[in-house]
């Protein structure tokens, strides 16, 4: 009889749910349900809920939601893997003990990254953190960034690197698109704090006040008065498109710029890469590790490695190939084998 793994997902939308449905379609031997909650402003492909047996929704309020999550676990039976998505569902699952055989927890960011609350937020988020890995089997990080901040939570924690998984050829359009006329420089995600979009139309900003001669768009929605900030700064904003339409749109970039300022490791770029896009990403922790060839620190350098992207393009591209294996199915099927599996041992740290 196949395991039960009880997927809780408190943000139902964005890049974090595309990798819980990863996660589920790259084990199908394993039966996984979702318990999920919906925030208003998050897009999803509701058709990637097939992929789950079983689909609930939890009530309103913390406490409501700890007993949605544990009467989910008396469902399911005692040999059935809790498998946390984020800071407040890890917070659900992991305030009390469960009747199950393992519990999971991935961050996908932890709270305490955070940029756009007080330190003092942060400090309370990390001894939160602190003290529910006491209650966590093993974190699944999405990132070498993520396990290095498990292990300074907690230094016995278990920790197996699960990579994103960078999407199939299948799901991206046939050729990239050479139809746009003037360079075009790309940025995606929800219009929020993290995405950062104002370091975004700064950079776009400084890159024609240098005499570059561009077009700029953004692929995504949300938050009204970001999008009209951006459009004054010369940024076409589409709104939040279906998945066919916004990799169209992105696969014409001369270039991509992923503005956040705080992340685990977001899929989108793993999209981009696929397409054959070069990818400049901002200098934050989460993408120290892998050591990318195009960074930028502040909206100010965009123009300087504008200048130099045709002598780094092909080194650009070549490391994304490679950064694409190491978040391929196989990849990601191995970890997650690791980390459901009663065999697992020890700490994997590396996917490479």
Known sequence: MAEDVLHVVENIGGGLFAAVADYASTTPHLNHHLLMAERDGFAYDHSALDVFETRST??????????????????????????????????????????VRRIVYTPHC???ERQDISKLARAKYRVAESVLARNTDI?????????????SL?????????????PQRTDLPPTRSESHVRPLIAGSGRLAAQKDPMFFGAAVKSLRASGADVDAIWVGGGDPESADLLRSSGVEVTGWLPRAEALEALSKATVYLHSAS?????????EVARLGVPVIVRDIPAFRPYEFPLICATPGQLPD?????????????????????EHSVTAQARALELVYSDSSRGTRWDVR
Not at 139 to 150: D, G, M, N
Request: charged share 20%; glycine share 6%.
């Open 139 to 151: 974190f699944a990080a999405c990132s070498l960034r993520e396990a290095q901040l498990v292990r």
């Open 305 to 325: 490695i504008w200048d130099e992207l045709s002598l780094k393009r092909a080194g650009a591209l070549a490391f994304q190939a490679d950064l694409l294996e």
């Open 262 to 270: 705080w992340e685990g490791f977001p899929i989108a770029v793993l």
């Open 110 to 112: 932890f709270a305490f």
């Open 58 to 99: 939890m009530g309103a309020g913390a406490l409501k939601r700890v007993r949605d999550v544990r009467e989910a676990s008396w469902r399911l039976g005692p040999r059935t893997i809790v498998h946390a998505h984020s800071s407040f569902a890890g917070f659900y699952v992991r305030m009390s003990p469960l009747p």
């Open 154 to 166: 907690r230094r016995n924690s278990r920790v197996i690197v699960v990579p994103n998984l960078a």
